[in-house]
Structures are given as structure tokens and as C-alpha cells.
């Protein structure tokens, strides 16, 4: 009878059963007593020795984000994999694509392979408990890009409602006062706030937001074109576009040229991270620079800091955004 055989019989994941068998107590007193009732009946004996290994070091660290293909993550994996080197550990990456069963999954399977520790772009819906039960379990984690309320973990990320404010104030100041937002995933705080910082913007500027002119949860350059025959139909049409990330921008414009619309001339878009050939378009794109490289390096010090038994603070570290304008935000044209 081995661990994953007791797992098998009670249906739940090796992991839980495994804290259950240690009476930890982010598993629920119910749980823990079914699982020794059935740890005694089956003829499962615990083995603490072998449970000690844990302690050992592995040198492998595992990292999650919602959308690996994502240029903005890549350069993230990129400094990330790098510091780790110099760490001598090895990362392990997985896409969860805001599917909480997918990113559970493989933060069981890095506990099962006794992984140093996790840095983490939660998935819409991660609760408290999810990252708190990695931390009771002994597994340090370092929370990135996002952020889930309520967790007692080091969250590094961007100022994203800051960031979006400013560029929406851009446009404003730039004369656009018929102005759409495009994308950002309803239920994580990088499209709640940057939603937010669009609104406040126009509050500021005593904008309205008609109906229609918000299209949520598009995050790819395919949702982006699939979001303009909508926003063109619009009566006025908006003469500006704000879109939550740079593939959304990139999408949105392909698909304006398309339908006859020049970016850049007949409307105006931006873009939010400033991925690598943002500045090389045709226009350019206005845009946000993210911090992909300080949130990095912060990240992999953290979680260092955390494996080595340092005391470690939760703190929230937001850093600060950089407005890159270029081509693509000129004044609305007078006959707009």
C-alpha cells in the first residue's frame, strides 16, 4: 500500500492526503480523520523517515502564468530562468490558462516532487487557502502579476491601475473624448484595476461610458480582432481605443486596417506591457511599460530569500509604470 494507492481509494490528491497524514491543519479535521480510518483499515503505515526528505533540497522551482505564448511572460521566464541559473536550480513552467483545476494540479505535483518553491500568476478564481496551503505545507511561494486577496505571501507586480489612468489621461489630454476599452479577464486584479483606472480617468475628466463601449475578457491578438466590427459599429464611433494588453492592441489594429480604418490616423489604440516590437509597428504603439524585468528579478530574490529560511515579510511591492507615446495616439481628426 503506498501513498498514492491510499490516494486512489479516497479520491483525493496525494498532496492532501499526505498533510492529512501529518495532521496539518490546512486540511479540514473531517478529511484528516477519514484519512487515517482508511490509512488503518487498508494497512497503510506512514513512514516519517522517508516524509523527512522533504527537507532536502531539490533545486527545482516550479513557475505558473495564465498564457505562456504571452511575449510579456516570456521576457518575464526569460530573467527568471536566468537568476535561477546563477541559483544552480531549475525551473519547471506551467500554463494554467485561469483554469484553477489545471493550476492545483501542478502545484500538487511540485509538492509531490519536493520543489524548492513557486513563483505564481494566479489563476482567475485562486482564493486565500489555495496559496496558504502551499505555505503550510512548506512550500515557499512568491506571487506575481496578479494578486489574490487575503493571501500572507510576498505579491509583486505592476501598478496596473496607475498605469492604465495614465494612459487613458493621455488620450484625453491628447483631445479624445469618445474613448472604448478593450479586453482585461473580469475577476483578476490586472483587468479589474486597469479597468478601474480607465473609469477613473474619465470620471476625472467628466467622460461618460455609453453602453457597448467596454468589451471585457479579450486578452489575444485574435480576440482583439474579433472585438472591432462591434466597436466600429458603434453610433458615434469611439475615436479612441484603450486595450488591456499589447496582443490585444497589435489584433485590434490588424483587423481596423482591414475594414479600411487607418490605426494611428482614423482612430487612435494603445497598448498596456511594451512587449518586444511594440515600438516597431506600423504606427508604433503607445503603450505601458510593465516592469517585466524588476518584477523578475524581484521574484526569484524573494523566493531565494524564503528557501534559505530568511524571514521573509508579505509585503506588497508595486512597480511603478513607465507611459511609452508613440505613433499610434495622435489627436482625433476634425472630422471624427
Not at 477519514?34 to 523527512?52: D, Q, T
Not at 494554467?96 to 520543489?115: E, P
Not at 462591434?230 to 464611433?237: D, E, I, Q, S, V
Not at 490616423?265 to 524585468?293: F, K, M, Q, W
Request: aromatic share 4%; net charge negative; glycine share 8%.
Amino acid at each position: 500500500m503506498t501513498l498514492s494507492d491510499l490516494a486512489d481509494h479516497l479520491k483525493l490528491s496525494t498532496a492532501t492526503v499526505s498533510l492529512a497524514l501529518r495532521n496539518n491543519p490546512v486540511v479540514a479535521k473531517e478529511t484528516r480523520a477519514k484519512v487515517h480510518e482508511a490509512a488503518r483499515s487498508l494497512g497503510y503505515i506512514y513512514n516519517r523517515s522517508a516524509a523527512s526528505l522533504r527537507t532536502a533540497r531539490t533545486n527545482l522551482v516550479g513557475i505558473t502564468v495564465h498564457d505562456i505564448l504571452n511575449p510579456y511572460f516570456a521576457e518575464i521566464f526569460g530573467v527568471l530562468e536566468a537568476e535561477f541559473d546563477k541559483q544552480n536550480r531549475t525551473i519547471l513552467i506551467s500554463t494554467h490558462r485561469d483554469d484553477i483545476a489545471r493550476q492545483r494540479a501542478f502545484t500538487d505535483a511540485l509538492m509531490q516532487q519536493g520543489a524548492d518553491g513557486l513563483i505564481i500568476c494566479p489563476s482567475r478564481d485562486t482564493e486565500a487557502e489555495d496559496i496558504d496551503r502551499l505555505q503550510a505545507a512548506g512550500m515557499p511561494v512568491t506571487v506575481i502579476c496578479r494578486e489574490s486577496p487575503g493571501t500572507d505571501v510576498p505579491i509583486i507586480r505592476g501598478d496596473d491601475l496607475a498605469g492604465s489612468r495614465a494612459v487613458t489621461g493621455h488620450l484625453i489630454a491628447q483631445g479624445h473624448r469618445r474613448i472604448a476599452m478593450v479586453g482585461g479577464r473580469r475577476r483578476t486584479s490586472a483587468g479589474d484595476e486597469r479597468y478601474e483606472g480607465f473609469r477613473t480617468a474619465l470620471r476625472e475628466a467628466g467622460l461618460d461610458l455609453p453602453d457597448g463601449w467596454y468589451i471585457p475578457e479579450p486578452m489575444t491578438q485574435a480576440d482583439g480582432r474579433a472585438a472591432v466590427p462591434a466597436l466600429l459599429a458603434l453610433k458615434p464611433r469611439p475615436t479612441a481605443i484603450v486595450c488591456f494588453n499589447d496582443l490585444v492592441a497589435l489584433g485590434v489594429m490588424s483587423m481596423l486596417r482591414r475594414m479600411g480604418v487607418e490605426p494611428g490616423r482614423d482612430i487612435a489604440v494603445t497598448g498596456y506591457d511594451n512587449i518586444d516590437g511594440s515600438d516597431s509597428t506600423s504606427p508604433a504603439l503607445t503603450t505601458v511599460r510593465n516592469g517585466a524585468e524588476e518584477i523578475a528579478r524581484y521574484a526569484a530574490a524573494i523566493l531565494k530569500a524564503q528557501i534559505d529560511g530568511e524571514e521573509v515579510s508579505p509585503e506588497r511591492i508595486l512597480v511603478p509604470p513607465e507611459l511609452l507615446v508613440r505613433e499610434s495616439t495622435p489627436p482625433p481628426r476634425s472630422d471624427a
